[in-house]
């Protein structure tokens, strides 16, 4: 069975500051990887999918690469806001979504 | 946000008891998906459906079962709730093609049930 592991469980960085999100997953045999945003109480918001064959996806300040040999993707945040602070979440799609537990992220002003 | 509600938004039931909950789209999606988020778990898949009246099990479908008889109407049943099935559920809905899709899957805003 996929496992998908993201750490750190939490994060807090000052305003500004450009970050790296981690996410391990067991198994490389996947379609794709996608990262999702999701702010307390509310649902899923999709950030970025990377199909199996792409080695990264950018939209706006961020960026996702992918690594499937190494079972690896990162989520680069640039210039961190504090409208960034949500948890966000890694899954990838073998058959069917697994998801890992995400990371916290506060961004202080 | 992709045109997806869920009801009821919260509810509390007891042990035993028989419950329903609604996922309704207007995007015309043709898969749909329950999940369940858990502290320390993430989002686990209930089940999914693939078109009208075709569903298949996720990872922890034990307790739970679902119809689709219009494509705009996913319903989740637990036949008799149990406290350990005190979670928020997701629904979610993608397009694509074939029995499984690997689209980008666009989330409802949840429901979070406690079963006392």
């Known amino acids: 069975k996929q496992e998908v592991t993201q750490i750190p469980a939490a994060l807090s960085v000052p305003e500004g500051e450009n970050l790296v999100l981690n996410c391990s997953f067991t198994d490389s045999a996947i379609y794709n990887l996608q990262w999702f945003r999701q702010d307390p109480g509310k649902g899923l918001t999709s950030l970025l999918l990377?199909?199996?064959?792409?080695r990264e996806q950018t939209s706006g300040r961020l960026n996702a690469s992918l690594d499937k040999s190494s079972g690896r993707s990162t989520l680069y945040i640039a210039a961190s806001q504090p409208g960034d602070s949500a948890t966000y979440l890694c899954a990838v799609f073998g058959n069917q979504f697994y998801f890992g537990t995400g990371t916290s992220l506060t961004v202080i002003p | 946000d992709a045109g997806i509600t869920q009801s009821p938004r919260h509810k509390v039931t007891e042990t035993g008891t028989p419950v329903t909950l609604r996922c309704h789209q207007t995007?015309?999606?043709?898969?749909m998906y329950w999940y369940r988020q858990d502290p320390g778990h993430g989002l686990r898949l209930i089940h999914y459906s693939y078109g009208v009246k075709d569903t298949d099990k996720g990872e922890v479908s034990d307790g739970y079962s679902v119809s689709r008889s219009k494509t705009e109407d996913f319903l989740l049943t637990l036949e008799s709730a149990t406290s350990s099935q005190t979670s928020v559920y997701f629904c979610a809905i993608s397009e694509g093609s074939g029995k499984l899709s690997t689209d980008t899957q666009y989330f409802g805003p949840g429901t979070r049930l406690t079963v006392l």
């Open positions: 990377i199909q199996s064959s792409q």
């Open positions: 995007e015309n999606h043709r898969y």
